[in-house]
Structure formats: structure tokens, C-alpha cells
């Protein structure tokens, strides 16, 4: 098991955070046929028939926003990172 400080913790969660984010994301499948950087991209609901998230975000409220995110798993791995995780695995 590896040790972890909260400086880490908060690169790794801001990285995760950038990776998804913006009207391109880097998580975003490109080229023919379609494939993504992303290790998460196959189990994805973003990818895998939900509307586009940055046109989306601009008509949804906050709260529709949050409950489609919420479905991405890079969002549930958000969530369990925190300046208070000090280790990785079990």
C-alpha cells in the first residue's frame, strides 16, 4: 500500500479535473475508429449516448447538471479523493 500526502492527493485530483473538463476534453474519444486516452472510457455514460456536457451545461440548472455527472466514474473517483486520503489501496 502506498503512502500518500495531501499534496499529492490534490495534484492527482486537480489533474483528473482538467482531464475531463473544458469543451474539449481530453477524455474525449477523437479519431476513426473513435478512442480515447481516457482508462475509464468504455464504462463511460458521458461517451455512451448522453448530450454533449459543455452545450448541455449551458440550459441545464446546476442540480441537472450535478445528477448527469454524477454517473461518469471519474466523478465517483472525485469523490473519494480528498486532502484527507492518505493512502492508496486496501
Known sequence: MSRV?????LLLWR???AFRSGKRPLCAPR????????LLYDGCPR???QPDDWLASLEETVEEIDRRRAGWLC??????LSPDLTRIGS
Open 5 to 9: 500526502s495531501e499534496d499529492e492527493t
Open 15 to 17: 489533474a483528473l479535473r
Open 31 to 38: 479519431g476513426r475508429p473513435l478512442r480515447s486516452d481516457c
Open 47 to 49: 461517451w455512451l449516448g
Open 75 to 80: 466523478s465517483r473517483l472525485l469523490d473519494l
